[in-house]
Structures are given as C-alpha cells and as structure tokens.
C-alpha cells in the first residue's frame, strides 16, 4: 500500500492545538474562509427554499409542476402509485413520500419491483404489475431513484393516457422520458429527491429516511446532502417508528444517542439490502410503514436473517473466486469470474470484496435461466463502465457509472467476454493497480488527545467526500501481542511517554513483521471505553 500523505501539521502554540488541527483539515478539504468553515460545522436544518439553492441542476418549473398534478390527485381521489427501487435508497425514497401523501389523504400505494422477476426500474412486467394495484383504474404513477432512462416504458404509459412523474438522481439520458414532468438533480440520492416531493405536502417529512438513503447509496456528504444527514441523525436517534426501532433492537444497536452515519452505512443499510437480495424488498417498506409493533418486530427479525444469509453466502462465493486468482501463476489486471450457481442479489458484492481483495477491477458473471448475469467494480482512476462497452458488440445490454457496472449477455458468448475484457486489462496503467492509503495529516503523536478526538467530532457526520480524517505518527514501540478469539488482530504497546495510547490493528495480524522499535503507523481515532476508564484508541490502517 502507497502511502500519501497530504500535508504535516507543523506544531505552534501550545494552546489550542486540536482546534487548529481542525481548521487545518478544513482548509485542506476546501473550506477555506472562516464564512465556508462554519456553514460546514453547522448546517442549516435542510428546507425546499436550501435546496433550490444549493442545487443548481434542480428545475424549480419541474418541482411546482408535479406538486400541482399530485395535489389534483389528491383532490379528486385518483389513486396514486409510487414506483420505487429494490436497495436501501429506493426503499427510503418509498417511505418518505408513501408516508407524506397518505397523511395528505391520498389514495396511494407503492410498489417495489422484485429483482429477479422485474428487473431494476420501470419494466414492462414491473408496470403491468404496478398497475394491478388499481384494476380498472387510470392511476397517477411517479417513480421514485428510477425512471430517467425509461423511455420506451414511458412512452407506453402516455399511450395509455397515463400520467408519469419521474423523481430520479441517476445520470439522464440524451433525450429524456416522456413524462408529465421530471424532478431530478444528480446532486442528492433518490430519497433525496423524494424528500423534497414530501416537503411540499409535509413541512416535517421523513428526514431520518433521507439521511439513511444519502449514506447507503454513497452521496457526498456536503452542501444539501450534509444537512440532510447531520440533521437526520438526530430524528433517528429519537425516532418514534416502530420499524426503525425494531431494527436497531434486531441488529443489536442498544443506544440510539451513538447512531453514526457508520451504523447506516454498515448495520441498518445492509439488512435492507439483504431483503431486497435474497426475497422481496417490499417487506422492508412494509416494515417502515407499519404501526404495528408486533409486525414491525417481526420483519425486523426476517430481514436480519436474510442479511445473516447474505453474509454467508458472500463469504462463501467470495473465498471461492479469491482462491481462483490466487492460484494463478500471473494475475490478470482486470479480473473476470464465472460460476453458474452465484446468486444473482450478490454477485455485486463479491466483485467488491474481489476488488478489496487484489485492488484490481473485477467482474462476476452468474448464469441462470440461460442468461448471464453480471456486476462489476472498480478501482480509482479506472472506468469500468467505459471498459465494458469496449465489449457490447457481445452484450444484450449494460450501463452504470465509473465505479460500478453491470451487464447481461447470452451464455454463447461467455469465453469471448472473459478474453475481451481480460484483454483489455492488459492496457491498464499499472500504476493504478496500486492501492493508494490517502492520509490527511502527518501528526506529532504528542498532538493525539482525547481533546484533538473530541473536536474532529464536530467534522461528522464522516462519508463520501468528507471521510474520517487519517493521520500518520511515528512511535517508539515497547511490544506487540496478538488478540481476538481468531488472534488476527494486532496490539501494540508503545513506549513512554506514549503508553496511554491504545495501539490496535484489527485483522492486521499478517503486519506484525513490520514492526521495529520505531514504526509508523497510519490511523483513525476512536474513543475506548473499558473497566470506568476512557483511553485514545488508534485504530491502524497501515504499518511501516
């Protein structure tokens, strides 16, 4: 790993310190004046007024024009279908605006495609399933995180004299659906979006669902979007839905007050997902919108299983495909793996532990109703998207951004994919198969307090595009021991004066060579707290 470190705090003043370590970091991720610096620290509650602001790709025109046709809606008792999307950010955007009209009194009801059987988006079956929502009815529909790539659907929704509103952020196509009108901006998630739909009918829509779509659908974490999440941690923390509330109680989140955006991203998040990859996500929105605590518990409880089953059997494909390339004699830079039997709701999230594993682009492919299915991710600096369409001359279709991708094929073309692709690894910069540590800060370790951790909180919410500060620190070491019920983790007892400093590595095991009796280490910062007593903990990245 190639360590890069962007600046080093030169120690002044003893008073103060940490505050300017702060200021510093503020300055080096862009916030430069003292004005820019304290609108990041303290973001404005998120208002429709902030938002048509700060969102420069947000047509107002577009946003009054679906407030007026979803307001006659209501008015004249047309039953209304929100057509949402099978991940966390769809089902988010589902509840969020779901929750809105139905206590504006619309006749409403939502439908979640099912992966296998609809596909992402607006489908042909997934619209003549929407539809039998409302037998013999001509419903109003809007989409929600989907809809802007939908030209053929749309068309034939208008020819039914349907009327469409598309609410999206995914990147649009040349020419856009036909649609009564279009609310998008690419700035903000789709629950995002939908917030903003929500906050026409509610002044106090749902924040705490478009603060856990915002972080499980990667959104940088500035302007809009950090309000969105910085205030919507606080409506989780004190939220009153039952669903919510059963899932902290079912993913073992016991208090509420400590919810971070990494409990959204690592705990919340992926049980969500997990429904949505192995069954029917539509028991995750069922989830939401209950009032009932019995229920509610109930399909907490199915969606942790399903999310423990997940676990399983991404570990399971993933070892099997790790182990494929680790038997090789010379690894391929662009990383391509078949197997017949992967489920298709996982196969994502094998490319990425592929892609964590070698830091090399990967692609799964599974086959299943003689059609291949695949998914792919990437490494900085690499566009996966653009390298697949080299190939789509193979393909029956694909799309996706930069960092991930996804297409499907028929099954006669399977070993003319694998060399395409392969093949086209073989102009990569090597340079970019090189995994880059990027460090904020190189500290004196006599800067690192329980006061400097203290004041990095007011940097939070930590995502996309405003990450957990790194730093880098040199220490004398005094001993090393390895710990855990697996010993893979690595603890490191430094030398005075720095013996109150809680040195760990976790699954860091294989890097105790690396240790001397003066070693540099790479770390986050984390409060401990054990036995009544509180200690810095550094929680290492990397070893040198």
Partial sequence: MRWQIKSTFQTGTPTNQSQHIVKHLLNQRGFKTTSQQQEFLNPPEPSLKTALTQ???????QLNKAHARISKAINSHQPIIIYGDYDCDGISAATILWTALHQSGAIVKPFIPHRVHH???????????????????????????????????????????????ITDHHTPPDI???????????????????????????????TEFAALGTVCDLLPLTGFNRSLVKHGLEHIKNTSNPGLLALYQAAGIADTAQISTYHLGYILGPRINA?????????????????????????????????????????????MAINHFKSLSTLPNILVFHHPDFHEGIIGLVASRLTDHFHRPSIIISSADNVLKASARSVPGINITQLISQTSHLLTNYGGHHQAAGFSASPDHLQDIHDSLTKLGDSLDPKLLVKTLDIDLQLDPSLLSLDLFD???????????????????????????????????????????????DVIGF???????????????????????????????LLVKDIK
Avoid at 55 to 61: F, I, R
Avoid at 297 to 318: F, K, V
Avoid at 520 to 535: P, Q, Y
Wanted: with cysteine; net charge positive.
């Fill in 275 to 319: 429904v949505g990859r192995l069954s029917h996500a539509l028991d995750a929105l069922r989830l939401f919108c209950t009032t009932n605590q019995t229920t509610a518990q109930s399909l907490a409880h199915h969606l942790s299983n399903l999310n423990y089953q997940r676990q399983d059997l991404t570990q399971d494909h993933a070892t």
């Fill in 176 to 206: 856009l659906p036909p649609a009564h009108s279009i609310v998008h901006t690419t700035h903000l998630s789709g629950s995002g979006v939908a917030w903003l739909i929500a906050s026409l009918f509610n002044p106090h829509p749902l």
């Fill in 55 to 61: 969102l420069p790709d947000l047509d107002q025109t």
């Fill in 507 to 537: 699954n860091l095991a294989s890097r105790r060579h690396k240790l001397s009796n003066h070693s540099s280490f790479a770390f986050t910062l984390n409060k401990n707290h054990f036995r009544g007593k509180t200690s810095l903990q």
């Fill in 119 to 165: 596909g992402y988006g607006l489908s042909s079956n997934g619209v003549t399933d929407a539809l039998s929502l409302f037998p013999n009815k001509q419903p109003l529909i809007i989409t929600v995180d989907n809809g802007i790539s939908a030209i053929k659907e749309a068309q034939k929704l208008k020819k039914m004299g349907l009327d469409l509103i």
């Fill in 455 to 501: 004041q990095l909180s007011h940097l939070e919410p930590f995502g996309i595009a405003n990450p957990q500060p790194i730093f880098a620190s040199s220490l004398p070491v005094k001993s090393h021991s390895l710990i855990g019920k697996t010993m893979t983790h690595l603890k490191v007892q430094p030398e005075q004066p720095f013996t109150h400093l």
